[in-house]
């Protein structure tokens, strides 16, 4: 078995470059629908394709790629696995769906069945086994099958003593489903995940099951009522999961991540951004006011459903930081956020000081952050301000955006230890968020 290790595109790379030198991931993208490649400029797709004969390639989020190799293939394990934590938790999260497109949950399933493999090897049914003197006597099955011979003070001898002794079996089909699409995941996957190979003999010594493919998950679905143990019940539905979302497309291809990744930095983010001892983890956004429309004539207020989302919200000892995830480059005033990003970060300062002022004698200190991502933690831009037309600024009702850039390997390598290490206040253009 030859794992395949990926080659290295980017999320937003130009579609003219990869239809250039990657035409047959082009290819995949197009049978598969994602990447909105026919209509941007560029490619909108985090993660990986894998095809039979190209291989693998991984495509790892916007400003981490570095051209070199072997950081690029751990940024690319790590995408990986923050991936498929993200699959497990989105069905969890208590926001609105962004409408990111893509497959997390795939991945999700994935690791845990290579995880369950590492752990336990392969699936195998303990049986009781009849034998001859051979394990635990069955002294029912002897009397009644062996014939007795007297013993010198009377008592019945047997030569041969029935006996039954409990073995262990993978021939069942439950595991050569689980050793053949374990096969598949070392083949596409192993290159991030760890411990397939050690288990190498195993997988070999497996046979293939006697059914195509095709109809592995019906056979799984039809054996689910008959098994007990909480580990076979385990196998069987992730394996019929697992062979639902991986449908090869006619070319053999299988494709596993996100369109729009901005959802997924949003929330690595979130998970991973340091907080200091007085942060209460308040739901914000529960309290924040929202708009009304009146009638004409009448009492009645009818509220709008949806009011304001911040991303996140953090609480210091005497201020405020309103954070926006941004997945922008951020290069410049045309790859950075627009008016509408810009206004409504303004907005959201007013809100949460409705709220903070409420019973305070004192205006609270509310900061506004951006934060992009970024090979290192800075970058060329340091604050979105309003001014006049002249560039002269215009007066405190319009306070200024930090701009913050965040290292995304960090970010990632973070998120998938669990991990709360990313500190904007020690980012060169925060420096000063903490009071």
Aim: proline content about 6%; glycine content about 6%.
């Amino acid at each position: 078995m030859r794992a395949d290790l990926p080659v290295f595109l980017s999320d937003r790379d130009p579609v003219a470059v990869l239809d250039r030198h990657a035409d047959t991931v082009l290819s995949a993208m197009r049978e598969w629908g994602i990447g909105r490649i026919d209509e941007r400029e560029t490619v909108h797709f985090c993660g990986l394709i894998h095809h039979p004969d190209e291989g693998a390639v991984a495509f790892l989020p916007r400003e981490s790629g570095t051209g070199d190799p072997v950081t690029d293939l751990e940024t690319a394990s790590l995408t990986m696995r923050a991936l498929a934590r993200f699959g497990v938790e989105v069905s969890k999260r208590d926001y609105d769906d962004d409408g990111e497109a893509g497959n997390p949950g795939s991945l999700s399933v994935i690791k845990r069945l290579a995880d369950d493999f590492r752990d336990h090897g392969l699936f195998a049914e303990r049986k009781r086994q009849r034998t001859v003197n051979s394990g635990k006597p069955d002294w029912m099955r002897t009397v009644k099958r062996e014939v007795a011979i007297p013993g010198h003070k009377g008592q019945p001898i047997f030569s041969d003593i029935r006996s039954s002794r409990s073995t262990r079996s993978s021939d069942a089909l439950l595991s050569q489903i689980q050793a053949a699409v374990i096969r598949e995941i070392h083949l596409a996957h192993s290159w991030w995940l760890t411990g397939t190979f050690s288990r190498r003999e195993e997988l070999l010594s497996c046979q293939r099951p006697p059914f195509p493919r095709t109809i592995w998950a019906r056979k799984l679905e039809a054996m689910l009522p008959s098994l007990y143990s909480a580990r076979s019940i385990f196998l069987a539905e992730y394996l019929r999961y697992y062979l639902r979302e991986t449908r090869a497309s006619a070319s053999g291809s299988f494709v596993f991540g996100v369109e729009d990744f901005h959802t997924v930095w949003e929330t690595i983010l979130r998970e991973t951004i340091k907080r200091s001892p007085y942060d209460t983890m308040r739901n914000w956004n529960s309290e924040l006011p929202k708009p009304f429309y009146l009638h004409q004539g009448s009492l009645m207020q009818d509220p709008r459903s949806k009011g304001m989302q911040t991303d996140i919200i953090l609480e210091h000892q005497s201020s405020f930081t309103i954070v926006d995830a941004k997945y922008y480059a951020a290069k410049n005033a045309g790859t950075a956020p627009g008016w509408p990003d810009i206004a409504k970060q303004i907005f959201y300062e007013k809100a949460l000081r409705e709220i903070v002022d409420h019973n305070s004698e004192l205006p609270a200190v509310i900061h506004n952050v951006f934060a992009f991502p970024a090979a290192t933690n800075d970058g060329p831009l340091t604050k979105a301000e309003i001014r006049h037309t002249n560039g002269q600024p215009v007066s405190s009702a319009f306070p200024p955006i930090t701009c913050s850039y965040v290292s995304v390997r960090d970010a990632l390598n973070q998120y998938v230890l669990r991990s709360q290490g990313i500190d904007l206040a020690n980012n060169d253009s925060v420096d000063a968020l903490q009071g």
